[in-house]
């Protein structure tokens, strides 16, 4: 593995998504630096990354926190110069719309949206002075149409979408790559595979072809990476082939 002088934040680092993400851009010789609430849950990942030759730090952080964004990549910067920084926290939550409290309300559009204008403001203070970078964030089907249940969390990922689509705009003629991955199927996690048995019984899980895998996500951001600026992508969508849309 050839070691680069270049961090990569992934915010958000989940067990399945945000692991693959990280493995995989460690792999690639990153320094990475994970961030999670409740960042204890992050030691199998630190464990493997390390197991593989790479290098990682975990933190526990509240994406919500400004202080803590601020922070977290101030010191993944010191590591390494900041190279890409990835938001990828979720806040998928389904209630009819009678049942969606504000607090809900309040608190999805928190985690999945303000948060994600904080974590690409303060990676772009850091990656303007040396004219290079990379922002991702992660999307879903719901960053383009409301579905039924999912007036929160579509309000606020069609949010991000625009903060994401605002920052290109501006940050792009500056050789900031801004990008937004739309992930149009269920991702293959245990939360996905439970609420699929509920619905539809043992039989949903039949077909391998029906969920996204989490490396296929990682590997989708890997190519963003490598795109050269004459070929920039804003927003890539990614589904597999049984998906339908």
Known sequence: MAKRNATAAIIGAGDYIGAEIAKKFAAEGFTIFAGRRNGDKLAPLVNEVQAAGGTIFARSLD??????ITAFLNDADKKAPLEVCIFNVGANV?????????RVFRKVWEMACYSGFLA?????????????????FTGATASLRGGRGYAAF?????????VAQAMARELGPKNIHVAHLIIDS?????????RRIEAHGPDALKD????????SVANAYWQLYQQPRSAWTFEMEIRPFKEPW
């Open 63 to 68: 994406a919500r926190k400004e202080e803590e």
């Open 94 to 102: 389904n209630f009819p719309i009678l049942e969606t409290t504000e």
């Open 120 to 136: 690409g403001r303060e990676a772009a203070r850091l990656m303007l002075p040396r004219g290079q970078g990379n922002i991702f």
């Open 154 to 162: 579509a309000s606020a990922k069609f949010g991000l979408r625009a």
């Open 186 to 194: 269920g991702v293959d996690t245990e939360w996905v595979r439970q």
């Open 208 to 215: 391998p072809d029906a969920l996204m895998p989490p490396a």
